[in-house]
């Protein structure tokens, strides 16, 4: 019996549950207006109108049913897509924050660059107004800077320069200035030309001239002397 009626109902199931629907609507109009109860058979048929009716109204109510709990998954679904929503403007937010604050230090940074740069500027100006001490490079030698210590005080001694300090680690201070002041390019003079430091020794005025005259005599160098205590340029 009860695969009878399942045959039956998946009969009733080939027509679209709207048309069904429709349909349910003019047998109900009809008994009422009739004032009968619903057409019945023996054995039952699928277009019997109880049978008819009484299946249609579950599928409807099944179909509800079904689509009540997508509504609410729906509901639900989107809930989540708005918590997320509310997340991902939280979390740009708190981005738009960050850029910002990068942005800032960024600009600080550039700014504390451009004071560092104009700070560096003029330490290398001051450095530059020193004097050029020590001998030069092609005849420089590894005790250009002597510091000696008499009477309580140190001083920085070389060919040209000399300097007095009260510690020695001042002294040595002010030797590693001068040597970077020496490892300085030349810097242009006044008119544009470039102001080369005349170099001396115990027997010439000007080593470079000296050089010069050595070289056209077809000399490589002139011959020069550095020795403080030179016994042939000072005597005994």
């Known amino acids: 019996m ?26 109900i109009a009809s008994m009422c207006a009739e004032r009968r109860p619903p057409k019945m058979t023996i054995p039952l048929q699928h277009y019997d109108e109880d ?18 709990g997508q509504v609410e998954a729906a509901q639900e679904w989107l809930s989540l897509c708005q918590h997320e929503l509310g997340s991902v403007r939280i979390d740009r937010a708190i981005l738009q924050q960050r850029v910002a604050q990068l942005e800032q230090e960024r600009d600080a940074f550039e700014s504390h660059a451009i004071d560092l740069q104009a700070d560096h500027a003029r ?12 001998l030069p490079v092609e005849h420089a030698r590894s005790d250009d800077f002597v510091v000696l210590q008499a009477n309580g005080e140190w001083m920085v001694h070389t060919y040209n320069y000399w300097a007095k300090f009260a510690t020695e680690e001042e002294a040595r201070a002010y030797i590693a200035l001068l040597e970077y002041r020496a490892s300085l390019p030349a810097q242009p003079a006044q008119g544009g030309a470039v102001s080369k430091p005349v170099t001396t020794c115990n027997r010439h005025s000007d080593c470079d001239a000296a050089d010069e005259k050595a070289r056209a005599k077809g000399a490589l160098n002139a011959d020069h002397c550095h020795d403080d205590c030179c016994s042939e340029c000072f005597g005994n």
Not at 2 to 27: D, G, M, N, Q
């Open 2 to 27: 009860e695969r009878t009626e399942e045959a039956l109902r998946e009969r009733v199931r080939e027509t679209p549950l709207s048309e069904r629907l429709t349909t349910c609507e003019k047998y």
């Open 51 to 68: 049978f008819y009716i009484y299946t249609t109204l579950a599928d409807a109510q099944a179909t509800i049913a079904d689509l009540q």
């Open 123 to 134: 330490v290398l100006g001051l450095v530059q107004a020193l004097p050029v001490a020590g």
